[in-house]
């Protein structure tokens, strides 16, 4: 089930002494140019080289449990021949100009694309570094750079056997110009990349010693919880702090427009003395919202006509006549819940702050800090973390924000921690989304198709230059490009914002939805069409040969068509989601009582060339677990503007006595590489719908799984 | 003042006696390792030995503790299953994010500290009070049989 790991690669790493993980901090030079003083070689912004030979390499995306820290040092390494066991990291500091994300315009980690965005950034990065060193070696040997070559992080002349380190290289490689498009390896030559590497961050995560920002304390800090209003743009109206005073431990109350937070020498007098508060709110305009509103008007606007995301073919025209078959498909609310409760620690001084936290935007968090506490940018210093837990969340400041708020009145660093409920009540939650779709089959062709999302449009807000002629890019992800060969085809978004919550990213982000919407239409179209639910999307795959080995394997190393008990079922989904090329196979047992019982799954895995297959391996798993959560439990519900969820009780998360058996199956090639960190999860939750339409006969269109629906005896 | 033995150390801390351990642990003594997850047992993050046996730190308040051995993640690493259990989880690669990996490495410590050689319905019984967002079940499983098969 799992990849071979050689026992013997740990004991090697070790003997070369380990990659030693350095959760350094360090201001890079202007411009990321090689170090005025000639103690190091700094060819860019990724790579530093001191003279005692030591490579340093500077993450430009963040380490969320992904692996970001092995595969994007094992890119710039390949390429610098850096030796692997002693390269050191380092989180970027804040600096768009040096270390945005290629494909999203700003310094976040985000969309399933940190080795899709940096993998030839860094591997020019590499080899132009590389290249001076080899020149350097090649000037003071008194012979030409090409009869030399790189290895281990020394420089060797070929004939003569010669070799010198890159530590006594600094010097003179300070001096040559770093070429701009150097000559990159042969993917032939890779010793690093395509092999399943050891993870440099996991083996301070197993003993303790790895530092979340939950776990930084600069010294004399403070420990504070908060309470924001109950009501999205609710106001304190007053508090009464007297019994929270007489709390041992117990500091100081900060009392905001619209949140109050305690102040003590530990979490627990702070958030004991946040419990003996007693604060009047004032709901504001959001005092009556409901789930039920938010569905109500999502459903209406879904009867309007949407902006046109793509026109092929004339679908109008297609859908016209004949026999037309239309399901509406609905998603709900979900919070992220990160383990690792939204905290962040500043520390405000005179027209300063310093600020340490876990986040995916390290450059909004310092501006979110700067407004909060009412100092310049430029004077906020940012220590990223390792984050335990992002799966979007943390591509938002709200938390740097309000820290910033609080610590602007506290003397001293100041950690805020939110509390588990306060972390499910004030998420910036997945939008819900109602889907219609409708088609018409030719035999088992696809002839015509609509697709109308209707759902919050997370771009305008995050990034409104995103956000054009009323079309989120990411509302139609994975729907606008989907895999089925269909000459009549239309998809339109329809802008609808929810009262009363902010929306925002969530693992799987848009094609989440539009997988979940479009694969469990595919399978009542199958239905419909007479045919099995795999050989129907071949029918229908024609153009999509990637997808259509992906799907041909999985159904191969699943047994599909091998016989199942009663209530026992199986369900495909296929996807060309974040650039990768996935089809899984989820078998499950519905009891009779309408519980759901994970038996096995397989995924079939196209994703390119792939930097750790491991870590691929891992993604999918985890990530399909993340979606089997969400289809099986997951759901925000509000009530009188408030948020009616609070912790991992009735916010519920899949369990290890729930979990089955998981293959990953790699389709291994050249091509470019696509993304994985969310693929699995919007695999998993059509997956698991189609499965229990196989064993049940039951057509489920809504998630979370409703389980009266699916009892032994009840009504479809 | 109360006296705690926090890994073969006692620790003396000046904090009310219903303060639940895991605070003093990270705020106090400054031990991070050990983390806030939810604050009412659901999840597993704080897990500690508490005389060997796995523990909610979020709910034991330091005061009924007394002479008890607390262990840490800090210090799991030098009892002979502890050290098994790490070293399983780094072969296999079973760590994501992490965050929860501390109290999953705890609980699966006093699983093989009670039961050497687990068997599924074992592993479920013992580890399905932490919770992994990350969702690395099915390494952990994995990585447990191995530490068990490791002499």
Redesign the interface.
């Known amino acids: 089930?799992?990849p071979a790991?050689p026992?013997s690669r740990?004991a090697l790493l070790a003997a070369a002494g380990g990659a030693a993980f350095v959760v350094g901090f360090h201001v890079p030079r202007a411009g990321g140019s090689r170090a005025a003083d000639g103690g190091e070689f700094a060819p860019n912004a990724f790579i530093r080289i001191d003279r005692q030979g030591d490579v340093t390499l500077i993450m430009p995306q963040v380490e969320?449990?992904?692996?970001t820290y092995t595969s994007i040092p094992m890119i710039l390494a390949e390429e610098l021949d850096a030796a692997w066991g002693s390269v050191k990291l380092e989180h970027a500091p804040p600096d768009e100009k040096l270390y945005a994300n290629p494909l999203l315009g700003m310094q976040a980690t985000g969309n399933s694309n940190s080795i899709r965005a940096f993998w030839t950034p860094l591997r020019k990065a590499g080899a132009g570094a590389r290249a001076v060193l080899v020149e350097a070696a090649a000037n003071g040997w008194g012979v030409q750079p090409a009869d030399c070559r790189a290895q281990d992080s020394q420089v060797i002349h070929q004939a003569s056997g010669r070799k010198i380190a890159y530590g006594d290289l600094v010097g003179r490689a300070a001096a040559i110009p770093v070429p701009t498009d150097p000559p990159l390896k042969d993917p032939k030559d890779f010793t690093l990349i395509g092999r399943p590497l050891?993870?440099l961050?996991?083996?301070d995560?197993?003993?303790?010693?790895?530092?979340?920002g939950?776990?930084a304390?600069p010294a004399g800090v403070k420990?504070a919880t908060l309470a924001a209003s109950p009501v999205l743009g609710g106001k304190v109206v007053k508090v009464d702090d007297a019994n929270a005073k007489t709390i041992?431990?117990v500091r100081q109350v900060v009392v905001l427009d619209d949140l109050v937070a305690v102040v003590g020498?530990?979490?627990?007098?702070a958030?004991s003395g946040l419990d003996a508060l007693d604060i009047t709110w004032d709901d504001g305009a959001n005092a009556a919202v409901s789930t039920d509103e938010i569905w109500s008007r999502l459903r209406k606007a879904s009867e309007r006509d949407g902006a046109v995301a793509k026109d092929v073919g004339d679908a109008h025209r297609a859908l016209s006549d004949g026999d037309v078959f239309t399901a509406a498909y609905e998603e709900p609310l979900l919070a992220h819940?990160?383990?690792?409760?939204m905290n962040c620690t500043v520390h405000v001084t005179p027209g300063a702050a310093e600020v340490w936290v876990g986040t995916q935007v390290i450059v909004r968090v310092q501006n979110a800090v700067a407004a909060g506490a009412g100092v310049p940018v430029d004077k906020v210093m940012v220590n990223n973390h390792?984050?335990?837990?992002?799966?979007g969340r943390r591509l938002e400041p709200d938390m740097a924000l309000s820290a910033a708020r609080i610590a602007a009145h506290v003397d001293g660093p100041v950690k805020v921690?939110w509390?588990?409920e306060e972390d499910i009540r004030h998420d910036i939650y997945r939008p819900a989304y109602h889907d219609i779709l409708s088609a018409r089959l030719s035999g088992d062709r696809i002839v015509g198709w609509k697709h109308k999302v209707t759902g919050s449009a997370v771009m305008a807000r995050f990034a409104p230059p995103f956000f054009q002629k009323g079309v989120d890019p990411d509302g139609v992800d994975s729907a606008v490009d989907m895999p089925y060969d269909i000459p009549d085809l239309r998809v339109e978004f329809v802008r609808e914002e929810p009262p009363g919550i902010v929306t925002g990213f969530w693992r799987g982000v848009g094609p989440n939805n539009n997988v979940f919407a479009i694969e469990s239409f595919i399978d009542e179209l199958a239905r419909k069409a007479g045919k099995d639910p795999v050989a129907f999307r071949r029918a229908n795959l024609d153009k999509a040969p990637r997808l259509l080995a992906a799907l041909d394997l999985v159904a191969s190393k699943s047994g599909w068509g091998d016989p199942l008990p009663a209530r026992v079922g199986r369900g495909v989904a296929v996807q060309v989601a974040f650039a990768s090329f996935i089809a899984t196979v989820v078998e499950a047992e519905v009891d009779e009582a309408g519980e759901i019982l994970l038996r096995r799954i397989n995924t079939a895995v196209d994703a390119g060339t792939v930097v750790n297959p491991?870590?691929v391996v891992?993604?999918l798993?985890?990530?399909?677990?993340?979606g089997l959560?969400a289809a099986l439990y997951g759901g925000v519900t509000l009530e009188k503007g408030r948020v009616q969820q609070s912790?991992?009780?009735d916010y519920r998360?899949?369990?290890?006595?729930q979990?089955p058996?998981?293959a990953v199956h790699l389709i291994r090639n050249g091509e470019a590489p696509g993304g994985i960190g969310e693929t699995g999860t919007t695999a998993s939750i059509p997956s698991l719908r189609n499965a229990i339409y196989a064993a049940t006969g039951v057509a489920l269109r809504r998630m979370p799984i409703d389980r009266g629906l699916l009892a032994k005896g009840a009504s479809a | 003042m109360i006296w705690l033995s926090i890994n073969g150390e006692r620790k003396p801390v000046d904090?009310?006696p219903d303060?639940?351990l895991l605070?003093?642990l990270?705020?106090?003594l400054?031990?991070?390792?050990?983390?806030?997850?939810?604050?009412?047992a659901?999840?597993g993050?704080c897990t500690v030995h508490l005389d060997g046996q796995p523990v909610r730190s979020c709910m034991l308040p330091v005061g009924g503790i007394g002479d008890k051995a607390v262990t840490?993640?800090?210090a799991i690493?030098q009892t002979p299953n502890g050290a098994k259990v790490?070293k399983a989880?780094?072969?296999?690669?079973?760590?994501?994010?992490?965050?929860?990996?501390?109290g999953q490495?705890m609980s699966a410590t006093a699983l093989l500290n009670t039961i050497p050689a687990p068997d599924d319905a074992d592993?479920?019984?013992a580890?399905?009070?932490?919770?992994?967002?990350?969702?690395?079940?099915?390494?952990?499983?994995?990585a447990i049989k191995n530490a068990a098969a490791e002499a």
């Not at chain 2, 580890?127 to 994995?142: E, K, L, P, S």
């Open positions: 089930m799992l790991t026992p740990r969320m449990g992904q692996g050891h993870r961050d996991t083996p995560k197993s003993n303790g010693k790895a530092a979340y939950i776990d304390l420990f041992p431990g020498d530990h979490m627990w007098a958030k819940a990160c383990m690792e409760p390792l984050i335990g837990g992002g799966f921690v509390t588990r491991d870590t891992a993604q798993q985890g990530g399909l677990i993340f959560t912790n991992f009780h998360i899949l369990r290890m006595d979990v058996p998981i | 904090v009310a303060t639940p605070w003093v990270r705020d106090v400054q031990l991070t390792g050990t983390k806030f997850g939810c604050g009412i659901q999840c993050a840490t993640i800090e690493g790490q989880w780094l072969d296999l690669e079973v760590i994501q994010c992490g965050y929860c990996q501390s490495i592993i479920d019984a580890m399905a009070g932490n919770i992994c967002r990350c969702g690395t079940y099915v390494r952990i499983r994995q």
